[in-house]
């Protein structure tokens, strides 16, 4: 099993930052792949951010592509996404997802492990 806890979400103004990250513990040396979703509400859970753990590839959402980075740290088995040039449409809970599997992909059901999510409020 893997556990994965969310953290660094908030509230900011059009056009800040907010950094999040994703501690995972557990069976870490099982996944391959770590991604962040979002889903604000009455929406579907969209796929925001990929990264494939062992070899660093990455994919991201069309609408966040130039604004969001995703990253790790291999020694911490963390993931951060450092989200730039916010929006108000940037807001939701934003979830950390990660799977056994060494993907390229934003595909909600191709991940096996959820975090509880964190809160990221964009306002005008």
């Known amino acids: 099993q893997v556990q994965l806890v969310e953290s660094g979400g908030g509230s900011v103004q059009t056009g800040g930052s907010l950094r999040l990250s994703c501690a995972a513990s557990?069976?870490?040396?099982?996944?391959?792949?770590m991604a962040w979703f979002r889903q604000a509400p009455g929406k579907e859970r969209e796929g925001v951010a990929n990264?494939?753990?062992?070899?660093?590839?990455?994919s991201y959402a069309d609408s966040v592509k130039g604004r969001f980075t995703i990253s790790q740290d291999n020694a911490k088995d963390t993931v951060y996404l450092q989200m730039n040039s916010l929006k108000p449409e940037d807001t939701a809970m934003y979830y950390c997802?990660?799977?056994?599997?060494?993907?390229?992909?934003?595909?909600?059901?191709?991940?096996?492990?959820w975090g509880q999510g964190t809160q990221v409020t964009v306002s005008s």
């Open positions: 997802a990660a799977s056994a599997r060494a993907l390229i992909t934003l595909g909600v059901g191709r991940y096996n492990y």
């Open positions: 557990g069976d870490t040396y099982s996944t391959n792949s």
């Open positions: 990264i494939v753990t062992r070899v660093g590839g990455t």
